[in-house]
């Protein structure tokens, strides 16, 4: 499995439509991102980039995960396949019966 980096081109303005679909958009990446399908999602503090690095085998499968996107006809993805993405990874503690 690789990882990719999408980077999104958002209009400016954000038209009224696509102001609508935000919270579908919400809800498809928190369900993609527990599924592990996206490894992290972050937008520009001035709206118009979003990235998002992705888990796939290949780009034409990274097409079909962020063709679940809602907002997706609003978005310009650029897709680049990376050598590495160091994250830290989040360990929840083990449970003591003690």
Known sequence: MSQFMVEFALPNPFPE???IKIPSQ???VNHL??????????????????WCVVNAEDELEVMRIINEFPLIDYLE???TELMFNNAIVMKVPAFSLN
């Open 17 to 19: 439509k696509l102001v």
């Open 26 to 28: 919400r809800m498809v």
């Open 33 to 50: 991102l527990e599924d592990g399908k996206i490894q992290s999602y972050a937008l520009s503090m001035e709206r118009d980039r979003l």
């Open 77 to 79: 993805p650029t897709i």
